[in-house]
């Protein structure tokens, strides 16, 4: 299932925050958004979800306007995890990552032995299974993040939206998050767009990188081009884009990877 975001113009309020903005992510492909706090990640994000108007263009998934869904359809076909969520607390953390399959029950009908089953394989995946019986109440904000992560992956969409997914992870769960995303999206095909403020982050893990500036796109850096040509070349252009956008006193290593990171065994 592919998205396509055709020249949207999206407002909060009265003040328009994206315009003639257009973007295309393929099945199997990661994008991260980054840009200055307040430049219009979450509303981006949330348009696409279903949840702010699109004030002019359109979003499709394949050929179908988002806008044209039923709840249902677009949460079997969308998952969206928000910045911050406004959850009963007082849930399970089971329960709670069970609920990610509510898409797909009618009204009458309870989960099966195969869907507790399936929690458990999340759990186990995200190493989350010691949290199974703790409530959200009881557990950090970075393990919260692991197990709104857990139900996201539960709902099984083809596209998933991620706001700031990494915010409050340390430094070993932020490359597990990611590890975790990129290896679902290759093994489920999805398209994946996240809001994601650490360049280093994005480009370990996107395949593409997408900068936001002044309402608009302010260029697209495709990372996923063969060859460390290619990649050198990629790295240039983002390390220019990002000077505009955050300013030209930023500095970066001249070779971006050779920053900390984290790899993944
Ligand atoms: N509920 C709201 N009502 C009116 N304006 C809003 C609302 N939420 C956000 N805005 C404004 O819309 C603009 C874009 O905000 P948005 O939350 O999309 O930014 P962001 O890029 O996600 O920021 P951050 O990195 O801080 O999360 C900002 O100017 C913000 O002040």
Known sequence: ????????????????VIEDFSLHIKQGELVAVLGLNGIGKT????????????????IFLNNTP???????????NLA?????MAYDLSYTVSDFILMGITPYLDFWQTPRRSDDEEVE?????????????????????????????????MQKASVMLLDEPTAYLDFKRQHEFLHTLKKVKEQ????????????NLALQYADRIVILHHKQMLGVVCLTEEGDKDRKEAKRVLIKLLKKAYGEEVEFNQDIESSILYRQK
């Open 43 to 58: 509303t981006l994000i949330k348009a696409i979800a279903g949840l702010l108007p699109v004030v002019q263009g359109d």
């Open 66 to 76: 988002i806008s044209k869904m039923k709840p249902k359809e677009r949460a079997q």
């Open 188 to 199: 489920a095909n999805k398209a994946i767009l996240i809001a994601i403020h650490d360049p």
């Open 1 to 16: 299932m592919s998205l396509y975001i055709k020249n949207i113009k999206l407002k909060r309020g009265s003040n328009v």
């Open 80 to 84: 969206y995890m928000p910045q911050q």
């Open 121 to 153: 394989k999340v759990l186990n995946a995200l190493n989350l299974s010691y949290l199974k019986a703790s409530r959200l109440s009881q557990i950090s904000g970075g393990e919260r993040q692991m197990v709104y992560l857990a139900r996201a992956l």
